[in-house]
């Protein structure tokens, strides 16, 4: 069974202090991993797609990273407009163009403090 | 944003009565998916579609039906809504290729059964 675990469940951050949150997945064959910013009654919203071990993607002041069991999402100098959770996303092997089966983290709730 | 609607946003009904909660999108994406969103389990997939009038359950399909008569819209019924089915629930779409399945989400929807 395809399991996704993130950590930690929530982080404090002062604003500028750099840090990291984990993902770590159990999935038979990844398709790709997806990271998902989502802010209070609101719906997830797609960040990064990565597919390979060894990949890197960036977007302002995040960057995600991929390795063959878990993925960190970086977050550089975090400013309170970054409180939010996030997801990560396994995707199993299925037919191309057809339905690939997605499982969903729990999330890590970021607040950064001024 | 991803052209994604829900409707009704919000929801308080009582137990017993029937439930329809509305997708509507317009990005023309074959697949559209239907999550709970309950704290301590993620996003669960409820049921999905990979095109008019074709369906098929997810892993907690047990008291909901939906149904795909256009493209553009997705419909969740709950039969007979109980307490355990108050949840937030997302409308994801996507259109997988050969690469990732990228979902993005609509805005959700708040359901309290009573």
């Known amino acids: 069974e395809d399991q996704v675990t993130q950590s930690p469940e929530a982080l404090r951050l002062q604003e500028g202090e750099s840090s990291s949150l984990n993902c770590s997945y159990t999935v038979s064959g990844l398709r790709g991993l997806f990271w998902y910013r989502q802010d209070p009654g609101k719906g997830p919203e797609f960040l990064f797609t990565?597919?390979?071990a060894g990949e890197e993607k960036e977007k302002e002041r995040l960057k995600a990273t991929l390795t063959k069991k878990e993925s960190f999402l970086h977050i550089t100098a975090p400013k309170p407009e970054d409180s939010a959770t996030y997801l990560c996303a396994v995707q199993a092997p299925g037919a191309i163009g057809g339905y690939q089966k997605v499982t969903f983290g729990t999330g890590t709730k970021l607040q950064v403090i001024p | 944003d991803a052209g994604i609607t829900q409707s009704p946003r919000h929801k308080v009904t009582e137990t017993g009565t029937p439930v329809t909660l509305r997708c509507h999108q317009t990005e023309n994406h074959r697949y559209m998916y239907w999550y709970r969103q309950d704290p301590g389990h993620g996003l669960r997939l409820i049921h999905y579609?990979?095109?008019?009038?074709?369906?098929d359950k997810g892993e907690v399909s047990d008291g909901y039906s939906v149904s795909r008569s256009k493209t553009e819209d997705f419909l969740l019924t709950l039969e007979s809504a109980t307490s355990s089915q108050t949840s937030v629930y997302f409308c994801a779409i996507s259109e997988p290729g050969r690469g990732g399945n990228e979902q993005f989400f609509g805005p959700g929807t708040r359901l309290t059964v009573l």
């Open positions: 579609s990979y095109g008019v009038k074709d369906t």
């Open positions: 990565l597919y390979s």
